[in-house]
C-alpha cells in the first residue's frame, strides 16, 4: 500500500494525490463534477486522443503536452539543489507502490491506460511538492481524477480550451465522438 511522505509545506497536497490511489477510487465516479472539462464515455475515442490526435500549431500529442508542462515543473525543481535530491528520494521510493496499486486498482478495460495513469499521478505528486497548487495543468489533471475520470486530451487549439476527460458514466455532449 502506498504511504504518506514528509516533504515539508507541501506535504498535505502530496499526501492528498497518495490518499486518492490508497482509497481505490481510480477511475471511479464519485459524483464530483469537474467544471470546464469536455467529457467522453467512449473509450476507443479516448485512447484516440491521448495517442493519435496531435493539438496546437506544434503538433503535440498529448504526451507531448503534458511533457511540456512537466518541463516547468522540473525548471523550479533543478533550482532546489540538494533539497530537491531529498524530496527526489522520497517520491521516487513511493513510485514502484504507486504503480502497482494502480494497476490493481485499473478494470481489465482499462489495463492500457496503467502507463499514462501512473504518468499523470507521479507528475501531480511533483508538481504539488515544488508548486503547491500553483500549476493549474496539473491540478486540473488530478481533479478529473477525483472525479472519477481518466484526462485523456485537449479541446481547442493549444493552449487555448480546456481539458478532455474520459469517464465510464460520461455523457458526450458537446459532439466530440467521432471527431478524433
Avoid at 12 to 26: A, D, Q, S, T
Avoid at 72 to 88: L, Q, R
Avoid at 92 to 120: C, F, T
Avoid at 147 to 164: E, I, N
Wanted: with cysteine; hydrophobic share 40%.
Amino acid at each position: 500500500m502506498v504511504r504518506e511522505v514528509e516533504l515539508g509545506e507541501n506535504s498535505n497536497l502530496v499526501n492528498e494525490v497518495i490518499g486518492f490511489v490508497k482509497n481505490r477510487l481510480l477511475l471511479r465516479s464519485v459524483n464530483q463534477v469537474v467544471l470546464g472539462n469536455a467529457e467522453i464515455s467512449d473509450l476507443a475515442t479516448a485512447k484516440k486522443y491521448a495517442w493519435g490526435q496531435v493539438y496546437g500549431e506544434e503538433f503535440f500529442t498529448w504526451a507531448d503536452l503534458r511533457s511540456e508542462k512537466m518541463s516547468e515543473v522540473w525548471d523550479v525543481v533543478y533550482g532546489w539543489g540538494e533539497k530537491y535530491t531529498e524530496m527526489d528520494i522520497k517520491l521516487s521510493e513511493l513510485l514502484g507502490e504507486l504503480s502497482h496499486s494502480v494497476q490493481k486498482q485499473l478494470s481489465p478495460k482499462h489495463r492500457e491506460l496503467l502507463d499514462d495513469v501512473v504518468s499523470d499521478l507521479k507528475c501531480c505528486l511533483y508538481s504539488r511538492a515544488v508548486q503547491g497548487k500553483t500549476n493549474n495543468f496539473f491540478e486540473g489533471i488530478f481533479s478529473a481524477y477525483l472525479s472519477g475520470g481518466w484526462p485523456c486530451g485537449w479541446v481547442g487549439s493549444w493552449p487555448k480550451g480546456s481539458l478532455l476527460v474520459y469517464r465510464d458514466d460520461a455523457t458526450d455532449t458537446r459532439g466530440l465522438r467521432g471527431d478524433a
